[in-house]
């Protein structure tokens, strides 16, 4: 039993405990009693959706360890939209959220996320994936989640304070949350998914995952490539990083949408920051908000926190609102300095899914040198934006002390379907780099390319979406490797 549940073969595990019953009873006459040990495969009552009853609902038990069977166990939250053409149905496909954090329930139930036509021929069914909403929620203390330390060495921020904070906060979500703090990994999801694949009585099962979703996706092509009728990733994680090339690689897609958008300013009118140097703009900006002198909706603006609100406007991308957001700031009156809040424990808890991260990826900093060192390849990678967001991610996962249960690796895929992956080639969170690389280790896998902008490409053209629901129809890869921008 522990070979195949480490294996990841749900199903295996039962074969071969009947194969050892059937050969135990010839020797022993305990047929009947080795039958009846069995675990039974789970199953989904599903039920009209609370919050919209076209929708259906149901919850799948699983276990908090996965290398533990047997032992305690959460629920995780499952959605379905069922085939509007049941003869013409294909199966079902599986359909794997992003963030570390956001939830697939809610993704289905705002509909519109796929194509008509894919929804005519598949059940489209998703999950709040472990620690996510409806699925057990990761939850930590307020007052540690609200004041997080100063992040910047070159402005004053110490790596051991990020250590101290990360160990506070680690032991506050561990009383909010209980051992599943353990066990976020996307490995353990891509088992939650097989234990679903099992109940929904499906052979294999098509998958689509997006942005973070892909790490349970590649984690599931590792462990159950015959469970695996097709798989598309779209905007793809590269798990064979180390923490160095992780954070580097970000800096440089963050700088690289965000000269897009300068150019786009600088060549469209609309821009109201246009004939403006967008760049000198943003680095006074930065700078202001490394003073404490720079408010967003009445609040502190720090510096990273500038940062990642840019580079969320990069996402769709909202060129047009990010200039508005800069000129904004750069209009504001001058302002004296906040002084941040130091972290304090409220106790009240609040949601904190995103930790997941840390669960999935090692980042060594050796000590404060190191981590200067760090900031300043950010610098080099970033010059205008100076930083990706996913250095706070990187520096709090740095110090966290649970181990990752899934640190990063080269994927070890022998065989199965072939696997499609889509990317921007303008990509401020999974860098179209990282897609290259992700084909390149896997076997069967091509690469469709977006020559557009933004995070997610299945809808961002008619191109893409018919490259997409063909491939999910009828598996077949896309006859081009790439998508004009429209």
């Not at 008509?116 to 540690?144: A, K, N, T, W, Y």
């Not at 403006?276 to 603006?301: M, N, S, T, W």
């Not at 209009?331 to 409220?346: C, E, G």
């Not at 995103?354 to 981590?371: K, N, P």
Request: proline share 7%; net charge negative.
């Amino acid at each position: 039993m522990w070979v195949a549940v480490l294996r990841g073969d749900y199903l295996g595990m039962h074969l071969r405990r009947n194969i050892f019953c059937v050969l135990s009873a010839a020797v022993m006459v305990a047929l009947s009693a080795c039958a009846s040990s069995a675990d039974p495969v789970p199953t989904l009552d599903w039920q009209p959706c609370r919050e919209n009853a076209e929708f259906d609902c149901a919850t799948i038990a699983v276990p908090v360890d996965w290398a533990r069977p047997r032992g305690a166990t959460i629920d995780v939250a499952v959605v379905r939209e069922q085939a509007g053409d049941v003869e013409r149905k294909v199966g079902t496909l599986v359909s794997l959220p992003g963030g570390p954090g956001s939830s697939g329930v809610d993704e289905i139930l705002r509909g519109g996320k796929f194509s008509p036509q894919l929804r005519e021929r598949f059940d489209i069914v998703s999950i709040d994936p472990r620690g996510v909403q409806r699925s057990h929620p990761v939850r930590c203390d307020s007052g540690l989640v609200a004041s997080q330390p100063n992040m910047v060495p070159d402005a004053g921020g110490r790596i051991e304070e990020v250590r101290s904070y990360a160990r506070d906060l680690a032991d506050s979500c561990r009383t909010y949350t209980g051992p599943l703090i353990d066990h976020l990994d996307a490995a353990s999801v891509a088992r939650d998914v097989d234990a679903l694949r099992a109940a929904l009585g499906e052979d294999q099962l098509t998958l689509y995952s997006r942005s973070y979703g892909t790490m349970p996706a590649q984690a599931y092509a590792e462990l159950f490539p015959k469970r695996l009728r097709a798989s598309l990733m779209d905007s793809v994680d590269d798990h064979s990083l180390d923490g160095r090339e992780f954070l580097a690689s970000e800096a440089r897609a963050g700088q690289d949408t965000f000269d897009e958008f300068a150019a786009w300013c600088a060549r469209e009118e609309q821009c109201v920051l246009h004939g403006a140097d967008v760049h000198q703009i943003y680095g006074e900006l930065f700078a202001k908000a490394g003073r404490d002198e720079l408010l967003f909706a009445d609040k502190p603006l720090g510096s990273l926190e500038l940062s990642q609100k840019v580079t969320q406007r990069l996402y769709a991308p909202e060129w047009s609102r990010l200039a508005t957001d800069l000129k904004t700031l750069i209009d504001q009156p001058a302002s004296s300095p906040v002084p941040p809040t130091l972290a304090q424990r409220s106790g009240e808890p609040t949601p904190m899914p995103q930790l997941a991260m840390c669960s999935d990826w090692r980042f060594d900093i050796e000590d404060q040198q190191d981590w200067l060192r760090l900031w300043h390849e950010q610098n080099t990678n970033a010059p205008t934006l100076r930083a990706h967001f996913a250095w706070g991610a990187g520096t709090l996962c740095s110090g966290w002390p649970i181990a990752p249960q899934n640190p990063q690796h080269h994927p070890d895929i022998r065989d199965g379907a072939p696997i499609l992956v889509m990317n921007s080639l303008h990509d401020p969170a999974t860098p179209h780099e990282w897609a290259t690389q992700v084909v390149a280790d896997t076997p069967r896998a091509a690469l469709l390319t977006y020559a557009g902008w933004g995070h997610g490409v299945y809808n961002r053209t008619r191109c893409t979406t018919t490259a997409a629901d063909e491939y999910f129809i009828t598996l077949t890869l896309p006859a081009e490797s790439s998508c004009a921008p429209s």
